[in-house]
Nanobody, 122 residues
Framework: QVQLQESGPGLVKPSQTLSLTCTVSGDSITTNYYYWSWIRQPPGKGLEWIGYIRYSGSAYYSPPLKSRTSISRDTSKNQFTLQLSSVTPEDTAVYYC??????????????WGQGTQVTVSS
């Protein structure tokens, strides 16, 4: 029923801003009480939570990435967007959007996008 789809450029230059959009179908991103999340997986490493935007519109970010991260939404399009600034090659990863049922640190993702590869390179 619920589907999420990531979209955006697959190649970003160092020092630029990574921007990805997640389009949601089958559910409204304003529905109580869900947390619309971004997660990434660098090559050879585990999943890393980036942040989420709540059903209410407020956003929360992983402390190591907080200074570079912005998550926003467009309710008219049922989309939410990740912006990660000042990227380096260490930001190369597969980026996922997902729906979190909890929002208090247990990471209860019930729906995921397919993921999109983003490479940071000149």
């Amino acid at each position: 029923q619920v589907q999420l789809q990531e979209s955006g450029p697959g190649l970003v230059k160092p020092s630029q801003t990574l921007s990805l959009t997640c389009t949601v179908s089958g559910d409204s991103i304003t529905t109580n009480y869900y947390y619309w999340s971004w997660i990434r997986q660098p090559p050879g490493k585990g999943l890393e939570w980036i942040g989420y935007i709540r059903y209410s519109g407020s956003a929360y970010y992983s402390p190591p990435l907080k200074s570079r991260t912005s998550i926003s939404r467009d309710t008219s399009k049922n989309q939410f967007t990740l912006q990660l600034s000042s990227v380096t090659p260490e930001d190369t990863a597969v980026y996922y959007c997902a729906r979190d049922r909890a929002g208090w640190g247990t990471y209860e993702y019930d729906y995921w996008g397919q993921g999109t590869q983003v490479t940071v390179s000149s």
